[in-house]
């Protein structure tokens, strides 16, 4: 069996493992903006605090928001640019702006359209059958290709979801329950962590003096500073 016999196949796997890279970018996106909101109602969260805590709380929640969100464009990104180099084998195609399943529905269509045209023109030619025939040859580099990609772009999102779940549920504890978020919270003076009851929420927070506040990138600098500042005044 040649490349032009597994068109249907094809299409089926690489629609399979592009629904599911959406499901684990989803993921991803609802763990960073569970971690945002957590910043955002530290205040309200942890009560009567010191400022500067505060302050320290926000810095590296803010930290690890801003590594973490942009560590999942970056990917994505990639992910387009890798697609559009396929459009960019397929003839006369125009290029996608984002990663939707719109468009790569669009992309499959092409990949289809291309493909039954080749296994067509090798059906029905009756000379020189001998000779090598290019567009076999271009369709099955372009079918490593897409294998390779969708593969490849797989584990870069499942590696970051991995990491970014893991810091959720350091900030959030184990599960995201709003609920949790109005319940008593209790302030321990010998360990100074600031926990909500049934949940893991904070923990180890404050005790972390291990944190790097010598960022040099971005958003982040700018807050760890600000945290840093906060001692002085």
Known sequence: ?????????????????????????????????????????????????????????????????????????????????????????????????????????????????????????????????????????SLNELNNNMNEIMNYHLKLINHINSFIEMEQQFYCGDTMNKDNMNKEMMYSDNTTIMELKGSSYMKNIINSSKINVNQKEGRSTFHLERYNKSFKN
């Open 1 to 137: 069996m040649d490349c032009t016999d597994s068109i249907d196949s094809n299409i089926t796997i690489w629609e399979s493992l592009f629904d599911e890279y959406n499901i684990i970018v989803n993921k991803c996106t609802n763990y960073i903006k569970n971690i945002s909101e957590i910043k955002n109602n530290l205040t309200n969260l942890l009560g009567n605090q010191k400022k500067d805590d505060i302050n320290f709380y926000k810095s590296i929640i803010d930290n690890s928001y801003f590594h973490l969100n942009n560590s999942l464009k970056i990917r994505q990104s990639k992910f387009l640019i890798d697609l559009n180099n396929i459009l960019s084998q397929i003839n006369d195609c125009t290029q996608i702006d984002s990663i939707t399943k719109g468009n790569f529905t669009t992309i499959m269509k092409n990949y289809q359209k291309m493909a039954e045209k080749i296994k067509y023109d090798r059906d029905n030619n009756t000379l020189l059958t001998w000779v090598k025939n290019d567009k076999i040859e």
